[in-house]
């Protein structure tokens, strides 16, 4: 099994070597390909310089920020294209830490795809102020109630996916970025009757560099949810 970690990065160069490091010595099975949208801290030539001797991390260069979700579908392009059999996503600012990628991937023996849950028993969010600890809870009893979700934490960018998950759901139809991209994965997977697995995760803010997140992303995707429930994508048939 080969396994593809896609690292987005947008200013992340005081995380992203430290976590270069710490998600490769996870597993050997393990590679890493950071998706940088031209950071102007260098974070693109820190991993450049690190791909030097050290064949594991791989870098994708964008010209400028193009969005989470544009980042993630590039990673998905790229580990199809290279043929690994299933892809993880992970914040570059070790609110996800490495230290769960052993549980995430012992979950794939019997999913299609896992989250690093919040949500589930176990789980939970070390420092957020209670007004993040709010809108996070809101926006996921909001998603799964309109979508009719099973998924306890439908916002949690910290998954792996198969490869058969990503051939089957049209990614490149999801026209959203941010947390809608996140709520919309779910849910197409989810209409695709695949398996989706969650296991807890502790997650922390981050202590160093500075969050992307801009508060209109919010309204975006609340309407971005709606539009889904009385619209929803149509069914991928499956392979
Ligand atoms: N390539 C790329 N990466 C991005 C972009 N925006 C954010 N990121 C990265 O996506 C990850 C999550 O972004 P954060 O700023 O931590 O967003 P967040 O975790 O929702 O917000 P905080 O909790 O405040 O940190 C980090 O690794 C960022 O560097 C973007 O436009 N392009
Ligand atoms: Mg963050």
């Known amino acids: 099994m080969k396994s593809l970690v ?10 992203v070597l430290a976590m270069i490091d710490e998600v490769l010595a996870q597993d050997p ?3 890493v390909l950071v998706v940088d949208d031209g950071s102007p801290d260098g974070t693109g030539d820190l991993v450049q310089a ?36 299933q892809v993880l996503t992970m914040d570059c600012d070790f609110s996800h830490k490495p230290s769960y990628l052993p549980n995430i991937l012992a979950g794939m023996a019997d999913h299609d795809v896992m989250i690093g849950s919040r949500y589930v028993p176990g789980g939970g969010i070390a420092n957020w102020p209670f007004h993040r600890r709010f809108l996070s809870r809101f926006a996921n009893f909001y998603t799964r109630i ?5 998924t306890k934490d439908c916002t949690s960018g910290f998954r792996c996916y198969s490869r058969e998950v990503l051939e089957t759901i049209n990614t490149h139809e999801i026209r959203s970025s941010g947390y809608s991209f996140l709520e919309e994965m ?8 695949f398996r989706i697995g969650e296991t807890p995760i502790l997650f922390e803010d ?15 995707a609340a309407f ?16």
């Open 224 to 239: 971005h949810v709606l539009h889904a429930a009385f619209f929803p994508p149509k069914r991928p048939k499956r392979g």
């Open 146 to 150: 309109l979508l009719r979700l099973p």
């Open 6 to 15: 896609v690292l987005p990065t947008y200013n992340e160069a005081e995380n």
């Open 186 to 193: 779910v849910y197409r997977i989810h209409r695709s009757k």
């Open 50 to 85: 690190k791909g030097v001797d050290e064949p594991r991390a791989r870098l994708l260069r964008r010209a400028g920020k193009l969005g989470l979700g544009t980042a993630y579908l590039a990673g998905f392009d790229y580990g199809l294209r290279e043929g690994f059999d």
């Open 206 to 220: 981050r202590v160093l560099g500075t969050s992307k997140i801009d508060r209109s992303e919010i309204f975006r």
């Open 29 to 31: 099975s393990l590679e």
